[in-house]
């Protein structure tokens, strides 16, 4: 069964989703319910002090979205900001997967924790790829990344397909990390902001 990730689709955003309305999205909720796996990763109360999973329920409810479809969803609050030092420094997003497929593979959770070791052994393995690129990020950086919790949560999933945003910040965090599982997945850009 296919998967839709539908990335922070909340009322904290509204504002921001220009590009479609939200009744459009509602509908094509509706109509693929039980077709594929719903998941709705959110910015929530857990980790950003945001919407409660309750009351982000109770606002797609509101909007339109039926009861099978919150009944057989999965709600995850994602958290934000594990890649944003690396995107923030323009670091090509193939690099940080990269890296970031590195350092799940080798059981580190922040950047901060790469000994001269764990360096030596990421260029060994990425050096005609990355050309030290993160590694002399963060060997002058006090600033890190690291892998969030969604890293083990995504890994149990196939055939995604993404809708939300920001399509330049936590959708783009989201697809890094799928990109770094070496999950296949597409984007509905009719559904993104």
Same mark, same amino acid.
């Given at each position: 069964?296919?998967? @839709? ?13 220009? +590009? ?16 594929? &796996?719903?998941? %709705? ?19 797609? @409810? $509101?909007? /339109? ?12 609050? &994602? /958290? ?9 420094? +323009? ?5 940080? #997967?990269? %890296? ?10 922040? +950047?901060?924790?790469?000994?001269? =070791?764990?360096? #030596? &052994? ?15 990020? %963060?060997?002058? #950086? ?7 919790? @969604? ?7 196939? /055939?995604?397909?993404?809708? /939300?945003?920001?399509? +330049?910040?936590?959708?783009? $965090?989201?697809?890094?990390? @799928?990109?770094?599982?070496? &999950? =296949? ?5 009719? %559904?993104?902001?």
């Amino acid at each position: 069964m296919r998967t @839709l990730i539908n990335v922070d689709i909340q009322p904290e955003y509204e504002q921001y989703i220009n +590009s479609f309305t939200i009744p459009r999205w509602i509908n094509f909720l509706n109509k693929i319910n039980l077709k594929m &796996k719903i998941i %709705f990763l959110y910015n929530g109360k857990e980790t950003l002090d945001m919407i409660s999973e309750d009351k982000y329920k109770e606002w797609l @409810l $509101e909007n /339109g979205v039926s009861d099978e479809v919150i009944d057989n969803a999965i709600f995850y609050d &994602k /958290g934000y900001a594990f890649f944003r030092y690396c995107m923030d420094e +323009s670091i090509d997003e193939d690099t940080i #997967a990269n %890296f970031v497929r590195f350092m799940y593979e080798n059981h580190i959770h922040d +950047s901060r924790n790469m000994d001269r =070791d764990m360096w #030596a &052994k990421y260029l060994r393995q990425y050096r005609r790829i990355d050309k030290k690129e993160v590694y002399e990020l %963060f060997d002058r #950086a006090e600033d890190c990344i690291h892998i969030p919790d @969604l890293m083990d949560f995504l890994k149990n999933y196939n /055939g995604i397909v993404l809708t /939300g945003g920001g399509i +330049s910040q936590c959708l783009k $965090e989201v697809e890094i990390a @799928l990109k770094a599982l070496k &999950k =296949d997945y597409t984007i509905l850009r009719e %559904f993104t902001y």
